[in-house]
């Protein structure tokens, strides 16, 4: 095989051109895909974050529930108190302890009331709560249902052009290994300025492919003379002329329906 600097310029620009034909295959492919990879990825975040979101609901009113039982708990401490200290008041000496245990029997009766009052409070936060929870567990099993479905539409579409985007990635490879490093970096530069992704593009009707402005019949005939690599003025793309795109398109075609 002959080396890299050894093979003639029009060798060069088929290759060159060969590799585009097959990067721009893998660029339709994942163009299929369009925005489905980065959707799912949006769905799966959603969920994760709405599934947070229910554990801490959960978590609150665990704690809310667990206020309500000392607030119980402390009623009924109250009530043990009241009841000893109402025990006492038949056996006070004088006026002054009665009243001394009378005013710790309202002071418990406010506890107690004021306990009350706190529970009824928590119920309504927990009633609150459970309001979001059913509000978020609806929205989650919406959510869920439309990621299955885009899961499964991205699948089936992973499952049809998996296998031939990889056949074309390791042609892609294979390609850039028999061009020179110097072309491959400038042909990746390209493909990275421009925005269809065409870094080598046939002349046609007189212009560059895609382009309106008119490249100069001297020009032209140095393209299709294929003795060097010309660029075009104005999209610095690389330039090759019709009838060698037109026989690598050919050769290119009956490779692709092989994948």
């Known amino acids: ?11 060069k620009l088929r290759s060159l051109y060969d ?3 097959v990067d721009s295959r893998i660029d339709e492919i994942r163009n299929v895909r369009g925005e489905l990879p980065l959707e799912v990825e949006d769905l799966e975040d959603e969920v994760a974050g709405l599934n947070r979101r229910l554990e801490k609901l959960d978590a609150d009113i665990e704690v809310i529930d667990n206020d309500i039982k000392n607030k119980k708990n402390q009623i009924e401490e109250s009530k043990t108190t009241i009841k000893k200290y109402s025990e006492q008041q038949k056996n006070v000496r004088n006026n002054r302890e009665f ?13 107690i009331e004021l306990s009350e009052k706190h ?3 928590y119920k309504a936060k927990i009633e609150q709560k459970k309001e979001v929870i059913a ?3 609806e929205k989650l099993a919406e959510r869920e249902a439309h990621l299955k479905h885009k899961k499964s539409e991205l699948d089936e579409i992973l499952k049809e052009t998996e296998k031939e985007e990889q056949a074309l990635l390791d042609k892609s490879k294979e390609y850039e290994k028999n061009i020179e490093d110097r072309l491959v970096t400038a042909y990746k530069r390209i ?4 925005k269809n992704g065409l870094a080598v593009v046939p002349v046609e009707r007189g212009a560059s492919g895609g382009s309106f402005f008119t490249i100069p ?3 032209i005939m140095e393209i299709a003379g294929r003795k060097k690599i010309i660029t075009d ?3 610095g793309r690389i330039l090759v002329d019709e009838e060698l795109a037109k026989e690598e398109q050919e050769k290119m075609e009956s490779m692709f329906k092989k994948f």
């Open 233 to 235: 003025e104005h999209s």
């Open 19 to 21: 590799l585009q034909l």
């Open 135 to 137: 509000q978020t567990k």
């Open 217 to 219: 019949p001297q020009v």
């Open 191 to 194: 493909r990275t300025n421009v």
């Open 1 to 11: 095989m002959a080396k890299k600097n050894d093979v003639t310029v029009e060798e």
């Open 119 to 121: 529970i009824n409070e």
């Open 99 to 111: 009243n001394a245990l009378s005013k710790e029997v309202e002071f418990q009766e406010l506890e």
